[in-house]
């Protein structure tokens, strides 16, 4: 059950009766403007929403890159010339030791805050400094170019110690105007092994990076000019920057980079052969009309994610007058590549070309059957023409970004508690007109029916299709099965293998716990990598580089997929794990082999990084900063302390989750190792004496507030531990406060105007905790209020999508979200499930229960992608972005049980578009999806709703 195994879905065969769509409605007018009908996955499908220049919005003109600089302005119009400043870097700063407009951002492989040089450095003064590492990467003026200039930006090192980079960004060096085509053009000479290397950013309006395409790493010994094309969208425009980088991957290397003589041109109107043009043949509004090819042209959408397990089907309305040469659909299949030193790029493994379309003829439906191959992440759908001396018009494409699958499972991958919720839910394309039954098979059996139940309608998505299912949670027999499907005479559709199983989330408890093992910094985990950082860290100033001196800030875990440790939230780890061990008692020693149980282990893994990062005085080392996501992290620094290459610590302030966090856990060890207990709960004493009265704390300490939620939480906690009356009193007063907030709606969004910390609504943790802490008071009567209201709110939330999973808490329901945020859209309904779980025993309200386990279910597969999120549970999972692609044979980024922060769904989808899924391949995807990113908060949600669920099913609560 917990090994990926592919499973197909088998649809023998299909037929339904169509009847005549049944929209929900849903006033979504923006959505509909860029998507079309829904659940279209091409953005603007029928060119209706243009930009101010008239071009259509989300849609990228094609140029070819391997085209000179003349070819672009002779053949392309990019004519008009952008004033740049210090293009060819001839002018230099007031001090004369570095470029006018230029700062030095990063060196070597420690990075600064990027706003300790404002008008330049000193090199020259710098370099001879302690904060220079010898043998690295760093930038310098070249005075010996006599190529157009005298000077020259050169990145340069002698006999490298390892992996080091240096950045230059020239700041406000020109303007860009919104919805606007340029190219940049600019020379390089590059020298040394391929291993040393420039790469360029453009920083466009302070908004919005783009990199440009990797240089060539042939070394030629002479120089070389590129060109690059580029686009603002709508609402890109000002002051831009450019940014270079001089790259050395390897030790015991020599080498240079130089950089000269950039332009940038802009784009005439004049040459364009593709037009947006009123329909007037019988369809409706606007379409493109492309013509006048005589080269190679190209005109793609946005990319998305796709599940490469999946048929799909391209339609699209076309119209040919005179057209020659070659004109046709085409979808661009793409997936990550690169290497561990550089951001993972996107490669076209595959195209899927559609039919011709030349001659003359007037509108006509085109449908592409399309096949992904095999590892494929993303595609594009793109309009191809070439040598077209006649116009053809494209209107109105669709694709379902869920794929062409008549009939889908979605189901948890897990399998089910036997014990607790149950259903079987299965999308379709059409809505049925017969009546829909299911039957569960054990596995390997074509005949016995173990349970058949009739399937009800669900309704139907915001994305368009249709939705049925049944509840079997009365259904206990423990085993294997398989689901059909039926609907009339010829539909059969078979679900792939899943389990019953009695006691199945304690099992993904404690594997979701084995999660931060590989999240450890400072130790060897064998097979993955070896021990790092041994070696943190110097403790430095925020604005400057200054040292002042070496901490023990060893251990702790990566906070998400970089390497960065944060003492906010890894409080909250550390009290998921303590906590979740003491609701589970879960003894098991099998995967650490220590004097603790795995979970208290864990946990304590955590806490001793909390503890030594306490400095006193109530204030905390913050963070240890990362110096670079792209090298394998045993590589970064030597693990020798106190020389160049350890990493910084530069921020200290009074941090309640790092109270937290040893708060819970000194009382939940206290009662397995009483010794061991009392260092923790020394240290969280301390720190919560002040910071309860830490002037900056002491305003904040109240309502829904992140200081007053975590130390009333610690307050709890370390009552539970001395029953000290103080902590009671503190608890009582502060819960009150916040429970008050709730009542009044103080709670509510819509999502965007609430705080982080409480879109998560750990408010509601601090009175579940206090209710059970002290039932009898006045406190906990009004916390059952609050929480009896929150619980109605949430479970109004759940019944706008036929999935039923809680959608964000609004004051108005038709502004909940699926998505509360791109980080967010696993990590909610994870916490979703856990509070639920917990105020069901504490209100003893069975429907919350369910409600928690649907919400947890949709993490695990049932969900609008048909895919698991955790790792290795299931049949299918997605994709993760993590820190571990850099490290040899794990280029995939998936980290063992890990559930990642939600489903591909990129930043032209914020909050509103179809979220995709998008499977592992030969590298982890980046950034630009980040939403796949891993993170110790998900995890941690994913703990407490899988031990607060096991709590209340074994306290009865679904048979009150």
């Known amino acids: 059950m917990y090994r990926y195994i592919t499973v197909m879905v088998v649809v023998l065969s299909l037929w339904v009766a169509v009847s005549p769509l049944q929209c929900m409605e849903i006033d979504d007018r923006e959505n509909r403007a860029v998507w079309g009908i829904e659940p279209n996955t091409i953005a603007n499908p029928g ?225 364009r052969c593709w037009k947006i043009v009123e329909d007037d043949t019988g369809q409706s509004g606007k379409c493109l009309a ?51 030193g550089e951001m993972a790029d996107w490669e076209t493994m595959a195209v899927t070309v559609g039919p011709v379309l030349n001659g003359t003829f007037d509108w006509r439906k085109i449908d592409m059957e399309l096949r992904p191959p095999r590892g494929a992440q993303f595609m594009e759908v793109e309009l191809y023409s070439k040598g077209n001396r006649g116009r053809w018009l494209v209107d109105d494409l669709f694709m379902d970004g869920f794929g062409a699958q008549p009939v889908e499972f979605l189901m948890s991958q897990a399998g089910f508690e036997s014990r607790g919720y149950k259903d079987v839910l299965i999308r379709v394309k059409q809505k049925f007109t017969v009546p829909v039954t299911l039957a569960i098979y054990a596995a390997g059996s074509k005949t016995g029916v173990v349970l058949s139940r009739n399937m009800t309608y669900r309704g139907r998505c915001k994305w368009g299709a249709y939705y049925y299912g049944t509840d079997i949670s009365d259904w206990t027999a423990e085993g294997t099965y398989y689901a059909r499907v039926t609907a009339g005479r010829t539909v059969k559709a078979d679900s792939p293998i899943f389990s019953v199983k009695k006691g199945i989330y304690r099992e993904l408890a404690r594997h979701a716990a084995e999660f931060f093992f590989y999240q450890r910094s400072g130790y060897d985990i064998p097979g993955w990598r070896k021990a790092c950082y041994l070696d943190d860290a110097w403790i430095t100033d925020f604005g400057t580089s200054q040292k002042f001196e070496h901490k023990n800030l060893t251990g702790g875990w990566f906070d998400a997929a970089d390497f960065n440790k944060w003492l906010n939230p890894a409080g909250w780890y550390v009290r998921a794990l303590a906590s979740t061990y003491d609701r589970l008692q879960d003894d098991n020693r099998n995967f650490l082999k220590g004097d603790l149980p795995d979970m208290l282990a864990e946990a304590e893994w955590g806490a001793d990084y909390i503890r030594k990062s306490y400095k006193g005085n109530g204030d905390f080392y913050f963070c240890v900063k990362v110096h670079d996501a792209r090298t394998p992290p045993e590589q970064d620094s030597d693990n020798i302390p106190g020389n160049e290459d350890d990493r910084c610590s530069n921020t200290v302030f009074q941090v309640p989750c790092g109270t937290l966090g040893l708060a819970s856990m000194g009382t939940v060890l206290k009662n397995v190792d009483s010794n061991r207990s009392e260092r923790y709960l020394a240290a969280a004493e301390d720190a919560f004496g002040y910071q309860v009265k830490n002037a900056g704390i002491v305003n904040k300490l109240r309502g829904l507030t992140e200081e007053n939620i975590n130390l009333t939480m610690a307050a709890i ?156 549970v299931g049949w299918k999972w997605g994709a993760h972005f993590s820190h571990l692609f850099v490290c040899p044979g794990h280029e995939n980024g998936i980290i063992p049980y890990g559930v990642a922060k939600g489903h591909a769904i990129g930043d032209q989808f914020f909050r509103k578009g179809m979220p995709y899924a998008v499977m592992p391949g030969i590298y982890s995807p980046g950034m630009e999806e980040w939403n796949l990113e891993i993170y110790g908060e998900t995890q941690s949600c994913l703990l407490n709703a899988l031990s607060n669920i096991v709590t209340a099913i074994e306290r009865g609560v679904y048979q009150r």
């Open 717 to 872: 906690d370390l009552h539970g531990a001395t029953g000290s009356a103080e902590y009671e009193r503190f608890a009582a007063e502060h819960v009150r406060s916040i429970a008050e907030a709730c009542l009044k709606g103080e709670h509510l969004g819509p999502p965007i105007d609430v705080s982080e910390e409480n879109k998560l609504m750990y408010y509601i943790d601090v009175m579940t905790e206090f209710v059970n802490a002290f039932p009898a008071t006045e406190g906990s009567k009004l916390c059952r209020e609050a929480l009896s209201t929150i619980a109605d709110q949430m479970m109004a939330a759940s019944s706008i999508s036929p999935l039923n999973h809680t959608q964000t808490l609004a004051r108005d329901l038709s502004d909940s979200q699926i998505f509360l945020s791109l980080s967010r859209s696993n990590t909610y309904p994870l916490s979703c499930a856990s509070q639920l779980a917990a105020m069901s025993v504490v209100l003893d309200r069975p429907e919350l229960l369910r409600q928690a386990e649907r919400d947890l279910q949709y993490v695990l597969g049932r969900n609008f992608q048909g895919t698991s999120c955790m790792a290795d």
């Open 290 to 340: 492309i013509s006048e090819t005589a080269g190679s042209w190209a005109l793609t959408g946005k990319t998305v994610g796709i599940d490469w397990h999946k048929n799909y089907r391209l339609s699209a309305l076309v119209r040919a007058e005179k057209t020659t040469g070659m004109n046709r659909l085409q979808v661009n299949w793409k997936r990550y590549v690169g290497d561990a």
């Open 47 to 271: 060119f209706e929403v243009v930009d101010s220049n008239g071009r259509p919005a989300y849609w990228n003109e094609r140029l070819p890159q391997a085209a000179s600089l003349s070819d672009f302005q002779s053949k392309h119009g990019f004519t008009r010339k952008v004033n740049l400043l210090n293009g060819g870097f001839e002018e230099l700063d007031e001090k004369g030791t570095f470029f006018k407009y230029a700062k030095l951002r990063k060196i070597g492989r420690v990075k600064y805050h990027k706003d300790v040089w404002r008008s330049g450095v000193d090199l020259q003064a710098y370099l001879k400094s302690n904060l220079f590492n010898t043998g690295d990467m760093y930038p310098c003026v070249e005075e010996k170019i006599v190529r157009d200039g005298s000077r020259a930006l050169k990145f340069q090192v002698v006999n490298s110690r390892g992996f080091s980079w240096s950045e230059i960004y020239s700041g406000n060096v020109f303007n860009v105007l919104p919805s606007t085509e340029y190219i940049v053009s600019f020379s390089v000479y590059q020298s040394g092994p391929a291993d040393i290397y420039g790469s360029v950013y453009l920083h466009l309006g302070g908004r919005k990076y783009i990199k440009l395409p990797s240089l060539d790493r042939n070394r030629r010994r002479n120089w070389q000019k590129y060109t690059f094309s580029f686009k603002t969208d709508a609402v890109t425009s000002g002051p831009s920057a450019l940014q270079f980088w001089g790259t050395c991957k390897r030790a015991g290397i020599s080498g240079a980079v130089i950089f000269d003589n950039i332009e940038i041109f802009s784009r005439e109107e004049r040459l």
